[in-house]
Nanobody, 124 residues
Framework: QVQLVESGGGLVQAGGSLRLSCTVS????????IGWFRQAPGKEREFVAVVNWGGDSTTYADSVKGRFTISRDAAKNTVDLQLNNLEPEDTAVYYC?????????????????WGQGTQVTVSS
């Protein structure tokens, strides 16, 4: 059973940066994908970014391209999300999730396991 735990959220001013981490525990396989999603109050869950377990294949939502970077740290067994040039519109609870295989890797419904989420708040 794989477990995911997010950390690193907080309050930051617009233009600032945060680094989120998703710690993955349990048995893992090369065909896993780890994604980041977010959900703002009153809005639907939104895809942010996804990376394969090897760390060499990434996909981003258009809204975060050039500002966010997803990466896998094999030594720490984490998948990190670097958030730069944050905007108030980035305020949300950020979740990491795991799926098997690359199909539909930007759809939340395709992911099997989820973390509990970490709050990111960007003030203007």
């Amino acid at each position: 059973q794989v477990q995911l735990v997010e950390s690193g959220g907080g309050l930051v001013q617009a233009g600032g940066s945060l680094r989120l981490s998703c710690t993955v525990s349990g048995r893992t396989f090369a065909w896993y994908y780890i994604g980041w999603f977010r959900q703002a109050p009153g809005k639907e869950r939104e895809f942010v970014a996804v990376v394969n377990w090897g760390g060499d294949s990434t996909t981003y939502a258009d809204s975060v391209k050039g500002r966010f970077t997803i990466s896998r740290d094999a030594a720490k067994n984490t998948v990190d999300l670097q958030l730069n040039n944050l905007e108030p519109e980035d305020t949300a609870v950020y979740y990491c999730a795991l799926k098997i295989g690359s199909h539909n890797r930007n759809l939340g419904s395709a992911f099997d396991s989820w973390g509990q989420g970490t709050q990111v708040t960007v003030s203007s």
